[in-house]
T-cell receptor, first 113, second 110 residues
Framework: GAVVSQHPSRVICKSGTSVKIECRSLDFQATTMFWYRQFPKQSLMLMATSNEGSKATYEQGVEKDKFLINHASLTLSTLTVTSAHPEDSSFYIC?????????FGSGTRLTVV | GEDVEQSLFLSVREGDSSVINCTYTDSSSTYLYWYKQEPGAGLQLLTYIFSNMDMKQDQRLTVLLNKKDKHLSLRIADTQTGDSAIYFCAERDGANNLFFGTGTRLTVIP
């Protein structure tokens, strides 16, 4: 079945540094990838939608300069949290849309100290 | 985006049935999904239903859809402790966007 690999699964970084999270579709081509953030009350918030080879579409309230999304190929999208702050600590999940629906990555727990 | 709502918590005793409810507002939904999230993990697709169906059964899982009321439910028969997790419903709209509910934390009491 369709598999999406997300790395790293956990990362701890210092305030002010940048962190890159990768999302790869291993056995299918994903024309569209999505990035979600999970808030403490467990709801998932869509941050942005990225289409291969074009700029990501950000949801209202999400800072595009802070959360840089790159979707350079049909199998890889990256989310870079720039100049991370403790309030950016969260669980980030990617999803890839292929022919047969959506497949989610396993998530990345980001802790900014 | 569209509104998808769920109650936040549900507790059941082991062996009982669990029913997790979800309401949504989008009239153009094409598919509706149930995902399971175990602690520290990503989302696992449990089942889905096409919007012109009203019921789908898959082993211990039964999905009921009332399209008129925009109400979706997931019934888990003979709930086990391993079913303890957060369950998200999601709906796909006509533009292929996916909207999630807030998630329901299911606790199974031994």
């Amino acid at each position: 079945g369709a598999v999406v690999s997300q790395h790293p699964s956990r990362v701890i970084c210092k305030s002010g540094t940048s962190v890159k999270i990768e999302c790869r579709s291993l056995d299918f081509q994903a024309t569209t990838m999505f990035w979600y953030r999970q808030f403490p009350k467990q709801s998932l918030m869509l941050m942005a939608t990225s289409n291969e080879g074009s700029k990501a579409t950000y949801e209202q309230g999400v800072e595009k300069d802070k959360f840089l999304i790159n979707h350079a190929s049909l199998t890889l999208s990256t989310l870079t949290v720039t100049s991370a702050h403790p309030e950016d600590s969260s669980f980030y999940i990617c999803s890839a849309r292929g022919l047969y629906g959506y497949t989610f990555g396993s998530g990345t727990r980001l802790t900014v100290v | 985006g569209e509104d998808v709502e769920q109650s936040l918590f549900l507790s059941v005793r082991e062996g009982d049935s669990s029913v997790i409810n979800c309401t949504y507002t989008d009239s153009s939904s094409t598919y509706l999904y149930w995902y399971k999230q175990e602690p520290g993990a990503g989302l696992q697709l449990l089942t889905y239903i096409f919007s012109n169906m009203d019921m789908k059964q898959d082993q211990r899982l039964t999905v009921l859809l009332n399209k008129k009321d925009k109400h979706l439910s997931l019934r888990i028969a003979d709930t086990q402790t391993g079913d303890s997790a957060i369950y998200f419903c999601a709906e796909r709209d006509g533009a292929n966007n996916l909207f999630f509910g807030t998630g329901t934390r299911l606790t199974v009491i031994p």
